[in-house]
């Protein structure tokens, strides 16, 4: 035991700063997903509530994910089969594009990597690009054909990948669709079975403290005062208590990211046939989305309003939809961007009130789960901690930038002239950050991107690659070999990936023996 000094100050006891009570502002899959992780993660002293009204709609429109939230289930200790059934889940192995690069042109952005590589110096999309230079390419499989996702998604086949099992049955990954109201109740049962308590009310304004400006309490519309040492905001895009209360700076991504509207709808599921990918297909302007549940298909046209009227939206809406709809279309308003910071003072938000991406890659529940799983990093004391704070926002900042890059590759690398949007897109500056990611690219096929990114070699080559962005040379170790060697491996590969499948079952088999959805009413 280290001797103290007499009359010298012993340390604080961190036990007396801990944080003893989260309130959660809002409800919806953000503020449940919140809640559940918290009570889930936090000791079981610390008390978490939950704030929210009836009164406030949630959109439901059915959502895409990405494969972290199997993780984030796996922390909840969630049961997948019971998961997938209470909210009409279905497979995910990837996002089918249509359109973006020509018209009819189409490429699949999978999950997980490609086939096996042909030695340890070079990756695979170089050998791939190397075998183009061969005579009598006609027949040269695409590169999207290298990846056991793809070949699964476009047979509308699945099965589990196997574990310690060779790079064919074990090298892809999967996410799921599922309705995102479901999803939040499934998740609100979990909270409360684990403690979270749930406070039906309307905010009405916040108590600050005058020295640290602090939020002390929620003053609620009925009086009532919720007191809280830590408020996670999701709030949605009303951000009551970042962008509100403290008027945090919202950065505007507008410039690269015109789209500001949607049409969202509902249709019919189509007969004996749920397709293990969401559909992702440019239009005149913008594009929509087709996720598919196991009881319905969520459909939407994201838009820019400066290149279209909401009447031609949703005409271009209707004209695709090929099963009825369920429920009329409505209108959804957002900016592209982020608040500047995410935590400030006692205050982190989460999801919409942080900022808005458009779900072109499916981000939006993932971007919801990292804020969640970064504030369990990071939690702090009363004291707020300014160092876990700063680096909370530094973190935050960076991941943010970073998938705005990837979406704005899909909108910049069209070779589209057909509309006054997308000769807009293709001609605009981007990000210095993302031109740097091209430069590299168009160079050798080299991708510049921090290994802490949340998108890999696989799905930037896929997404360069599948709109036709080609390097300008091949790698200069692809001299090793010969082109139409390089050229006869690649065709071997697709070939063992096409195999691959054949035995696999069909997704609705899958799903109507796994995870079959309970019948409605």
């Known amino acids: 035991m280290t001797d103290i000094a007499i009359g010298e100050q012993l340390p604080a006891d961190p036990r007396e700063e801990r944080i003893r009570s989260v309130v959660v502002v809002g409800g919806g899959s953000s503020g449940w997903m919140t809640a559940a992780y918290l ?6 002293d610390i008390r978490v509530t939950l704030v929210e009204s009836e009164t406030i709609g949630i959109v439901g429109v059915g959502e895409a994910t990405i494969p972290p939230i199997r993780e984030f289930n796996r922390f909840l200790r ?5 998961f997938m059934q209470a909210t009409q889940g279905s497979i995910k192995l990837g996002i089918d594009f249509h359109n973006w690069g020509r018209r009819g ?13 042909l030695d340890a110096v070079v990756q695979l999309h170089h050998w791939w690009l190397a075998g183009r230079l061969a005579p009598g390419g006609e027949d040269y499989p695409a590169f999207e054909d290298m990846f056991p996702a793809t070949a699964m998604g476009r047979a509308e086949r699945f099965v589990p990948p196997a574990k310690d099992a060779d790079w064919r049955t074990g090298q892809y990954s999967y996410a799921y ?7 939040g109740q499934y998740l609100r049962k979990v909270a409360e079975a684990r403690g979270a308590t749930r406070i039906e009310g309307l905010i009405a304004g916040a108590e600050r403290d005058g020295a640290t400006g602090h939020v002390g309490a929620l003053v609620l519309k009925d009086g ?3 007191e809280a040492d830590l408020f996670v905001d999701c709030s949605g895009f009303r951000s009551i208590l970042l962008g509100g209360e403290f008027a ?4 505007d991504w507008s410039e690269w990211l015109p789209n500001d509207s949607a049409i969202a709808t509902t249709s019919a599921r189509e007969p004996e046939r749920i397709v293990p990918y969401t559909r992702a297909i440019a239009l005149e302007v913008g594009w929509q989305w087709r996720i598919p549940l196991q009881h319905r298909i969520g459909n939407g046209h994201v838009y820019a309003s400066a290149f279209s009227s909401d009447e031609d939206a949703e005409r271009r809406l209707r004209a695709t939809l090929d099963t009825p709809i369920i429920r009329d279309p409505f209108q959804l308003r957002f900016k592209a961007g ?3 910071r995410s935590w400030v003072g006692n205050v982190v938000s989460v999801g919409l009130a942080s900022g808005f991406l458009e779900p072109l890659e499916s981000t939006s529940i993932h971007l919801v789960q990292a804020s969640i799983e970064r504030l369990v990093q990071h939690f702090p004391t009363r004291r707020m901690d300014r160092v876990l704070r700063d680096r909370f926002n530094e973190q935050t900042r960076l991941e943010w930038e970073r998938v705005r890059d990837f979406i704005i590759a899909h909108y910049h690398l069209t070779e589209r002239d057909d509309s006054p949007f997308w000769n807009h897109v293709r001609t605009m500056t981007v990000p210095d950050s993302l031109a740097a990611v091209l430069e590299c690219w168009r160079e050798r096929g080299i991708l510049a991107v921090e290994g802490n990114h949340l998108f890999q070699l696989a799905s930037w080559s896929a997404v360069l690659l599948g709109q036709r962005c080609l390097p300008r040379g091949v790698h200069a170790l692809t001299d090793r070999a010969s082109p139409t060697y390089a050229a006869a491996e690649i065709r071997k590969i697709a070939a063992e990936v096409k195999a691959s499948v054949a035995a696999v079952p ?9 995870a079959p959805a309970p019948p409605e009413g």
């Open 78 to 82: 969630l049961d997948e089969r019971a």
């Open 177 to 183: 669709h599922f309705d995102a109201y479901l999803y």
């Open 105 to 117: 042109d189409r490429y699949m952005h999978q999950f997980g990597r490609a086939g096996r590589e």
């Open 224 to 226: 009532r005062r919720l």
């Open 338 to 340: 982020r608040r500047r």
């Open 506 to 514: 069909r997704h609705d088999e899958f799903l109507a023996r796994y």
């Open 248 to 251: 945090e700076p919202f950065d």
């Open 39 to 44: 009570v889930t993660a936090l000791s079981r």
